[in-house]
């Protein structure tokens, strides 16, 4: 199954910066992405941010393609309980997150490539921490098929 994400990362990544695939949320984490952008808040530059309605509509099989189409990690950037669509979202995405993770695994990729957190509307210093630490760790893991 393909998904309707954005496809490979442009150019490789710059060393030392990982190309990081980032699903976020129109009404909660994306104007908190949006606003780390506007507030010149520094991160990786390797980061593509792929809006959608709501959390829970992210499909693992979307994880899977987006690190074998060449992204190095998944960070979804979560609506936690602010979902305005589901009252039971993070349950929903913490279950796919775990499918997910199974997935990687079956295909010899680390369940360390995917990661979650809560994102919310003015959460741009947050934001960016969480996606410092995840460059961190994706670099720590090397290249897609090392580990």
């Known amino acids: 199954m393909t998904a309707p994400v954005a496809s ?7 060393a030392g ?3 990081i695939l980032v699903f976020s949320t129109n009404n909660i984490s994306d104007p908190g992405i949006d ?9 990786n530059p390797g980061v593509r ?15 899977l393609h987006a690190i074998e189409s060449g992204f190095d990690g998944v960070f979804i950037a979560s609506d936690g309980d602010e979902c305005a669509y589901l ?3 993070a349950e929903r995405a913490s279950h796919n997150l775990g499918k997910a993770q199974a997935l990687l695994k079956e295909a010899g ?4 490539r995917v990661r979650m957190a809560a994102i919310c509307s003015v959460c741009a210093e947050p ?15 090397g290249p897609v098929g090392s580990r």
């Open 17 to 19: 910066h990982p190309t």
């Open 35 to 43: 606003l780390a952008g506007s507030a010149h808040i520094h991160y």
């Open 8 to 14: 490979a990362p442009d150019a490789p990544a710059k």
């Open 49 to 63: 941010v792929m809006p959608l309605p709501c959390t829970s509509l992210i499909k693992p099989a979307w994880i």
């Open 127 to 141: 934001f960016a921490k969480h996606v410092a630490q995840f460059s961190q760790a994706l670099v720590d893991l």
């Open 109 to 112: 990729h680390s369940a360390q």
């Open 87 to 89: 009252p039971d979202c």
